[in-house]
T-cell receptor, first 114, second 109 residues
Framework: EPEVTQTPSHQVTQMGQEVILRCVPISNHLYFYWYRQILGQKVEFLVSFYNNEISEKSEIFDDQFSVERPDGSNFTLKIRSTKLEDSAMYFC????????????FGPGTRLTVT | KNEVEQSPQNLTAQEGEFITINCSYSVGISALHWLQQHPGGGIVSLFMLSSGKKKHGRLIATINIQEKHSSLHITASHPRDSAVYICAVRGQGAQKLVFGQGTRLTINP
């Protein structure tokens, strides 16, 4: 069964460093999403991406964040200058279409900022 | 702003018991999702509902659009059902999911 994959599974970085989290969505899916979950808190939406542009973003997704689909398979989330409060589990998801289609989640990348 | 509330926050039961987890939301939605989060953190989609009822194995999900309420039921619960169950909704015209805080379910043998 096709699945969303994410790399790395765990990333440790120092405050102020740039990180890139990578995702490979399911191949025929057109909509891509990033979510994050700070330890002990709810999952929160960051951004959705369709047709090579951001289609919706939350107030969390400020200028420190960017997303890109650099080729036909990868979908990346970049954090330009990490802060301690960026430590969280980051989930990528994809869906075939938008309105009535399920989102399939990747296993997550645990980001630890020290 | 759509708020999603789940109850209970924690639920411990014995193997074989019938389990119900509830989800309420505050504004109109286009779809509601039930998700399962394993101890390692991974999230698996269980159901997506916009009306009525869906069943998959021992899991049943129902939604009442007028009352803005959904329930997830587990019949003949088993220790392997132990996980966090999360309700998430998509508002009308929105792409993002808004998540509840999750219900931690523990099934004891």
């Amino acid at each position: 069964e096709p699945e969303v994959t994410q790399t790395p599974s765990h990333q440790v970085t120092q405050m102020g460093q740039e990180v890139i989290l990578r995702c490979v969505p399911i191949s025929n899916h057109l909509y891509f999403y990033w979510y994050r979950q700070i330890l002990g808190q709810k999952v929160e939406f960051l951004v959705s991406f369709y047709n090579n542009e951001i289609s919706e973003k939350s107030e969390i997704f400020d200028d420190q964040f960017s997303v890109e689909r650099p080729d036909g398979s990868n979908f990346t989330l970049k954090i330009r200058s990490t802060k301690l409060e960026d430590s969280a589990m980051y989930f990528c998801a994809s869906s075939e279409r938008w309105l009535t289609y399920e989102q399939y989640f990747g296993p997550g990348t645990r980001l630890t900022v020290t | 702003k759509n708020e999603v509330e789940q109850s209970p926050q924690n639920l411990t039961a014995q193997e074989g018991e019938f389990i119900t987890i509830n989800c309420s939301y505050s504004v109109g939605i286009s779809a509601l999702h039930w998700l399962q989060q394993h101890p390692g953190g991974g999230i698996v989609s269980l159901f997506m509902l916009s009306s009525g009822k869906k069943k998959h194995g021992r899991l049943i999900a129902t939604i009442n659009i007028q009352e803005k309420h959904s329930s997830l039921h587990i019949t003949a619960s088993h220790p392997r059902d132990s996980a966090v169950y999360i309700c998430a909704v998509r508002g009308q015209g929105a792409q993002k999911l808004v998540f509840g805080q999750g219900t931690r379910l523990t099934i004891n043998p």
